[in-house]
């Protein structure tokens, strides 16, 4: 494989053996497989074990598991999407493609604009701009598809101030990229590829991170059709529309469906509907300090942020990761316990009886070593003063000895004395 790779081009599932995330993602990649067999498509899919052969892993900078690279020549292009079957072959064939796709027609101008809802079109000939839109074609491909076309195949309705241009037709409408006010053009093509209302998920959100714009949500129930879930979708609907000129440079703008993703993000639970605003990039997020009733108020909170005026809450502080590893842990936990109680009791009971048996043993042993301790002093005082002072008996005793010594001695000289007398 890494002598014959170059020849062709190959769409590669790096795992291990061990992940569960891999074991999911196996059938999925078997009908990969199989379907980009059956259309024809030149692109070969296979896995490797990034384990087993962790040299050729290391070259292609496989850190995690799973990881799907897509390898055309000398270039590895990383696939960062949903992973399912459609997502997985919609990436394949369009990475393995010609960079830039020419539209010869306006006939397949409209057909690519019906299938695609962000659509880049390089318009004009040769210049340094195009070399440019190459470049980075040659990066962003993994994201979206790149087209070139010639004036007249445009819709009527385009006009452009001067030619070469790079356009993005979304929305409903276009805009053309403007390198005095737009900056790089890199980086104008990174913020655009997104339309400007989203249904954001936990992956899009992921993605947003990259465009460096802060994400306006309007976090509600899309089951729930009451007057107060559909006003504030409405509200961030109407500032995404009517407001583009003012902030599409900084903020993305979109609604998510139930809080529980964000209740994990802000480690707090939210009552919904609501709307916050995320900075994905430092993990700060603002909320509104009184209702949003009107666009009105929704810009204005939008305002409040741009001059710092808005209070940012979380962020990536120490204090607040510590929060994270003991909201994790207590998530972890609590997840464990509903999915599988018996489980749960296994896997904490185990380890805490375990560490109490323990605790108990040696709280145990302390306490028993002690009162031995305590005896044996004792024991050797005693017998200390038993070898100082004696018994009362050997006491009293002696005091009779003296006794019976002092009445023998006055007996001796009483006899010595009638001796002399005599």
């Known amino acids: 494989f890494k002598e014959n790779r170059k020849d062709d081009i190959w769409l590669v599932d790096f795992y291990a053996p061990w992940c569960g995330h891999c074991k999911k993602l196996e059938p999925v990649w078997n009908e990969v497989g ?8 030149p692109v070969k899919v296979g896995k490797m074990d990034a384990t087993s052969f962790s040299s050729i892993a290391s070259e292609f900078g496989v850190r995690g598991y799973p990881t799907i690279k897509l390898l055309k020549g000398d270039l590895a292009y990383n696939y960062r ?5 459609d997502d997985i072959i919609e990436f394949a064939n369009r990475v393995a493609g010609p960079l830039i796709r020419p539209l010869p027609s306006q006939h397949m101008f409209e057909h690519v604009q019906k299938r695609h809802r962000v659509l880049f079109v390089y318009v004009g000939g040769e210049s340094p701009l195009k070399e440019k839109y190459i470049e980075v074609a040659s990066e962003l491909i993994v994201y979206t598809y790149f087209f070139s076309a010639s004036e007249d195949v445009l819709p009527e309705y385009v006009t452009l101030p001067e030619l070469p241009a790079v ?3 979304k929305d409903g409408t276009y805009f053309v990229y403007d390198e005095y006010e737009d900056g790089d053009l890199s980086s104008w093509i990174n913020r655009e590829r997104f339309q400007g209302y989203l249904h954001v998920d936990g992956f899009t959100l992921y993605e947003l991170g990259d465009t460096g714009k802060l994400v306006a949500i309007a976090v509600i129930d899309d089951k729930n059709s009451s007057v107060e879930h559909t006003r504030l979708k ?8 009517d407001y583009r000129d003012h902030f599409h440079r900084d903020f993305q703008f979109g609604h998510m469906d139930g809080n529980d993703y964000i209740n994990s993000l802000l480690m707090d639970d939210l009552t919904i509907p609501t709307i916050v605003v995320l900075n994905t990039s430092n993990q700060q997020y603002f909320l509104p300090d009184r209702h949003i009733e009107s666009t009105e108020d929704m810009v204005q909170f939008i305002n409040n942020i741009l001059d710092g005026t808005a209070e940012a809450q979380g962020g990536d502080g120490l ?3 510590i929060k994270r590893i003991i909201y994790d842990a207590k998530s972890t936990i609590v997840s464990v316990f509903k999915s599988s109680p018996l489980l749960g009791c296994f896997l904490f009971g185990l380890p805490l009886g375990v ?9 145990t042993a302390d306490t028993e070593g002690e009162v031995f301790e305590h005896e044996g002093a004792k ?3 005693g017998d200390q003063e038993l070898t100082d002072e004696g018994s009362e008996e050997e006491q009293e005793e002696e005091k009779n000895g003296k006794y019976t010594e002092l009445s023998d001695g006055e007996l001796k000289q009483k006899d010595i004395m009638e001796k002399k007398k005599d």
């Open 34 to 41: 199989i379907e980009m067999r059956n259309m024809g498509s």
């Open 81 to 85: 999407g949903p992973r399912t079957k």
């Open 167 to 169: 356009m993005v037709f």
């Open 234 to 241: 409405s509200i961030i609907q109407e500032v995404a529309r």
């Open 319 to 321: 204090l607040q990761r």
């Open 355 to 363: 560490i109490s048996i323990m605790c108990y043993g040696i709280c």
């Open 379 to 381: 024991k050797e005082s």
